[in-house]
């Protein structure tokens, strides 16, 4: 299964607030979860990435949550600002065939209100 | 460093015209990507080339897409003939060598066919 599912499709969080966004995925070869962060009129931009040998990495403001059993991951955004407002989305790589290539969730439209 | 570029930004054609959209990777990566986004299907990739070949085209959605990467600094996309659910923008992203595994996109082009 080459799919990486993604939710909440969007948020709106107070300034201030946590904002959490989930994504789970299926193929236990996926070895590389990255998250972009994507700005209107932009291309997307690398955030934050974490590999399946550590459960957390924090970067600022930003954390991923890494679950392997459950094959689940999550960006935790704290004290969110109001230029957090993107739309944020979850990828994942694996070997083999498809070598450096990132399947990508949905995306989320994360809101931050003053 | 510029970034990965792309061009044009936008592109506004009609129906059955040849389109092509360029791109210039990051002077030293090895990989290059191409990738559409639509509200409806999200971010797909279409294509990606290792040191200039080209390694996954089970994106490209018909044989009305073509890319080549003649070199290691420049890559084109093709419709012809265009359609307008060709309509989207097209992001052409560049990686890292080596385990790092980072992609960095460019700006996109809009493309709209009328």
């Known amino acids: 299964q080459q799919q990486v599912k993604q939710s909440p499709q969007s948020l709106i969080v107070q300034k201030g607030g946590i904002s959490i966004i989930n994504c789970a995925y299926e193929?236990?070869?996926?070895?590389?979860f990255p998250w972009y962060q994507q700005f209107p009129g932009k291309g997307p931009a690398l955030l934050i990435a974490?590999?399946?040998?550590?459960s957390e990495k924090k970067e600022g403001r930003f954390t991923i949550s890494f679950n392997k059993s459950a094959k689940q991951f999550s960006l935790h955004i704290m004290d969110s600002q109001p230029g957090d407002s993107a739309t944020y989305f979850c990828?994942?790589?694996?070997?083999?065939?498809?070598?450096?290539?990132?399947?990508f969730g949905k995306g989320t439209k994360l809101s931050v209100k003053p | 460093d510029a970034g990965v570029i792309q061009s044009p930004r936008h592109e506004v054609t009609e129906m059955g015209q040849e389109v092509t959209l360029r791109c210039k990777p990051i002077?030293?990566?090895?990989?290059l990507f191409w990738y559409r986004q639509t509200m409806m299907r999200g971010l797909e990739l279409l294509i990606y080339?290792?040191?200039?070949?080209?390694?996954?085209d089970s994106g490209m959605p018909e044989d009305r897409f073509s890319a080549k990467m003649p070199n290691a600094s420049f890559s084109t996309l093709k419709i012809q003939p265009s359609e307008p659910r060709d309509s989207a923008v097209y992001f052409c992203?560049?990686?890292?060598?080596?385990?790092?595994?980072?992609?960095?996109f460019g700006p996109g082009t809009r493309l709209t066919v009328t």
């Open positions: 080339f290792n040191n200039n070949v080209p390694i996954d």
């Open positions: 974490i590999r399946p040998d550590v």
């Open positions: 992203a560049s990686r890292t060598p080596g385990r790092a595994n980072e992609q960095y």
């Open positions: 990828a994942a790589r694996g070997y083999g065939g498809s070598q450096g290539n990132l399947i």
């Open positions: 193929n236990t070869a996926f070895d590389y």
């Open positions: 002077s030293g990566h090895n990989s």
